[in-house]
């Protein structure tokens, strides 16, 4: 049987499964088990790989034959996918690449068991300033305060502001408070001239966007 190792060099790491991936990260299994069948295991005892790479400290050490440094280099390895596509986001104008925005709001915020607000800031080619998580809440609600969100946008000197948040129970449909949330947010913005471009709702399973949705009250496209 090819090993992950060899696998990857002779095909590259696309042909690999999620659980011959992450088998490269733990090196060797435990008695009885292979490090690929130690893989799929973890992978089907937190239910995704998301779910996985989410994971406490407390969590994962609970598994048979997981310990504290595995864990530190299966996040290492996450983080780094997260800060590579922030930097493409900070590179292009998120127009040019729908998708990766999506992917990016999905790895940074889809998983987290509690409410985040997150703003990201545009400049005028609406390339990524920052990313910031701006408001944290409970799992049901999070406070946010759009004159905090206006002095932000400001001090970056952003032009353009896209804002994010995750729903930990699992659907990524907008409540109406995220409606009234969106338009009183839009219309402070306008007064500083600074557009809002999106409101997007990350789930574990799940993406919306108000701007897709038709549900922003202008339409912004990159000149």
């Known amino acids: 049987m090819e090993q992950p190792r060899e696998k990857l060099r002779a095909l590259g790491a696309q042909a690999l499964t999620d659980a011959e991936l992450l088998a490269i990260f733990l090196r060797v299994g435990i008695k009885g088990k292979t490090a690929v069948a130690l893989a799929k295991d973890l992978i089907h005892q937190f239910g995704s790989l998301p779910r996985l790479m989410s994971c406490t400290p407390e969590e994962f050490v609970s598994i048979q034959g997981m310990g504290l440094s595995k864990w530190a280099q299966i996040q290492a390895a996450?983080?780094?996918?997260?800060?590579?596509?922030?930097?493409?986001?900070?590179?292009?104008?998120?127009?040019?690449?729908?998708?990766?925005?999506?992917?990016?709001?999905?790895?940074?915020?889809?998983?987290?068991?509690?409410?985040?607000?997150?703003?990201?800031?545009?400049?005028?080619?609406?390339r990524l300033?920052?990313?910031?998580?701006?408001?944290?809440?409970?799992?049901?609600?999070?406070?946010?305060?759009?004159?905090?969100?206006?002095?932000?946008?400001?001090?970056?000197?952003?032009?353009?502001?896209?804002?994010?948040?995750?729903?930990?129970?699992?659907?990524?449909?907008?409540?109406?408070?995220?409606?009234?949330?969106?338009?009183?947010?839009?219309?402070?913005?306008?007064?500083?001239?600074?557009?809002?471009?999106?409101?997007?709702?990350?789930?574990?399973?799940?993406?919306?966007?108000f701007l897709e949705a038709g549900l922003m009250n202008d339409s912004y496209t990159d000149e």
């Open 78 to 126: 996450y983080e780094l996918v997260k800060r590579s596509l922030e930097e493409g986001l900070a590179q292009d104008s998120i127009f040019s690449s729908p998708a990766k925005v999506k992917e990016y709001l999905q790895a940074k915020i889809g998983r987290l068991p509690h409410e985040v607000f997150l703003c990201l800031y545009l400049d005028s080619r609406f």
């Open 129 to 209: 300033i920052e990313c910031q998580e701006l408001f944290r809440g409970s799992i049901t609600q999070t406070a946010v305060y759009p004159r905090e969100i206006l002095k932000e946008a400001l001090s970056r000197n952003a032009s353009a502001l896209i804002v994010a948040h995750n729903h930990p129970s699992g659907s990524p449909l907008p409540s109406r408070a995220d409606q009234e949330l969106t338009k009183t947010l839009s219309s402070a913005l306008q007064l500083v001239d600074i557009p809002l471009l999106d409101h997007c709702i990350v789930s574990g399973s799940g993406f919306f966007s």
